[in-house]
């Protein structure tokens, strides 16, 4: 096949073969690799060649040949242009398929493991309606009307949206009506270009058990004429709301959420029933957003390590205590490390609420924290962000030995980053690995990894 067709601009056919771990459909022309969005396993389709590499490109979805056995009708009327979702064309059976795939490849590709052992996917209630937070961006329509919804696929066009069918149900009316209430009171909205206006984001986030709900602006200033009256207003109008906060952000970045959160009507948290505990959860901490799986992953967690009380525990990146605080319940003792302030005060005082009194948090990186512990810990449990684990947090492991380490992690490249690294010269065996179902209608998936120590 000629090589000058392999031009930015050129339309070539293609049939897709694979999905990547970022969402797109993989085919082949002329031995080089071609990445579509909007695409699944088994499209017959011709693409735009956009972004040209010698040995791979990214390409635009023209037109279905032949369509998938696997595609279907999104649910939502804007799912070709919103980048909320990647998934909603494919079948969602396929979706778990391509996800369990996923996690296997990257422990073959990247890890160097044989025949890795994946369990199918867990998941829990709904592939729709799971979502128990969202944060939207705003913008200002053509007409002058403020809009809040996700960016266009590729782009920073916003698609403006009065409900989302991933996101809680029960947080569309706040969804419609809020920016409308926005308009009328004539607040500014940021322009990212010019670094000028106020309102960045709306947070909306909802106790799945409770049905409370809180409301943030995220705000360059603050400087919000007649804020205090109207977050009454909204108090009074939705029963179930329990708190509205100004997230101030005067940076200019991408992060959503500035490090000053200050609540002006009602209180600054919400209570959610996880694991059969009560949590507060704040604005802008992290608190998984599936609920319902986050607590059917933590099933197979306290399954798989059937702790018998007399269990030293350490959980890395710990957070608010999600996970720390129901394996507390089961293990002797257990110290939960966290970089974030906030996140161990809000652990503390979860910790508190429950009557839990055999757990410790401390504040620090984990690299720092894990070496200096002064003790050898039966079992650690690792969450890290996307990035994994610092190099430093591996050498502590493999310095410490803990019979058992968990790994859950929500990007499998870096997990199979690190699984190599800790499984590499024969100390740790991996015994388990579980998928689980976080992000329905999307590419991510979560995993737990279980790894035994061998026998010395």
């Not at 009327?77 to 990647?86: L, Q």
């Not at 782009?155 to 009506?177: G, K, Y």
């Not at 607040?187 to 799945?208: A, N, P, T």
């Not at 002064?374 to 947090?393: F, M, S, T």
């Amino acid at each position: 096949m000629s090589n000058t067709v392999w031009r930015q601009g050129e339309i070539i056919e293609l049939e897709i073969s694979d999905l990547s771990d970022t969402g797109d459909g993989v085919g082949r022309f002329d031995q080089r690799v071609v990445f579509v969005p909007d695409t699944v396993v088994g499209d017959r389709i011709l693409v735009r060649l956009v972004h040209v590499k010698p040995k791979y490109a990214h390409a635009t979805l023209k037109q279905i040949l032949q369509p998938s056995p696997q595609r279907i009708r999104p649910s939502c009327i804007v799912a070709d242009k919103c980048g909320g979702c990647e998934w909603q064309h494919i079948n969602y059976n396929y979706q778990l398929t391509a996800k369990q795939n996923q996690v296997l490849q990257a422990l073959e590709r990247l890890g160097g493991f044989v025949n890795p052992s994946v369990d199918p996917v867990l998941i829990a209630d709904s592939f729709l309606d799971y979502r128990n937070k969202a944060t939207y961006p705003l913008g200002i329509s053509a007409t002058g009307q403020v809009q809040a919804g996700y960016y266009q696929k590729g782009s920073h066009q916003l698609i403006n949206l009065n409900q989302c069918p991933v996101q809680d149900q029960r947080l569309n009316p706040l969804l419609a009506e809020v920016k409308q209430d926005i308009q009328k009171q004539g607040w500014s909205i940021y322009d990212e270009k010019r670094h000028q206006g106020e309102i960045r984001h709306l947070g909306l986030r909802i106790g799945r058990r409770t049905g409370e709900m809180l409301l943030t602006l995220v705000v360059k200033h603050g400087n919000l004429r007649g804020i205090e009256s109207q977050a009454q207003e909204w108090l009074q109008r939705y029963p179930q709301l329990v708190g509205v906060s100004l997230n101030r952000n005067s940076d200019r970045t991408n992060a959503i959420f500035g490090n000053e959160t200050t609540c002006i009507a009602g209180i600054p948290y919400l209570r959610e029933i996880f694991a059969g505990l009560e949590f507060q959860v704040r604005p802008d901490t992290f608190f998984q957003v599936y609920t319902e799986t986050a607590e059917s992953l933590l099933q197979v967690i306290q399954s798989e390590l059937n702790l018998q009380g007399h269990e030293v525990l350490v959980d890395a990146y710990c957070g608010i205590g999600t996970l720390t605080l129901p394996l507390a319940k089961q293990a002797r003792q257990v110290i939960g490390l966290e970089v974030q302030s906030t996140a161990v005060e809000q652990a503390i005082l979860n910790a508190q609420l429950n009557g839990i009194d055999n757990v410790t948090f401390q504040v620090g990186a984990v690299e720092k924290s894990l070496p200096n512990l002064g003790i050898i810990p039966d079992i650690v449990l690792l969450d890290p962000p996307r990035k994994g684990c610092e190099a430093n947090v591996i050498k502590s492991l493999l310095d410490l030995q803990p019979s058992r380490i968990v790994y859950v992690s929500c990007k499998v490249a870096t997990l199979a980053r690190d699984l190599k690294l800790l499984c590499e010269h024969g100390k740790y065996n991996l015994t388990r690995v579980q998928p689980a179902e976080f992000f329905p209608q999307t590419a991510h998936v979560e995993t737990a990894a279980f790894l035994v120590r061998s026998p010395s």
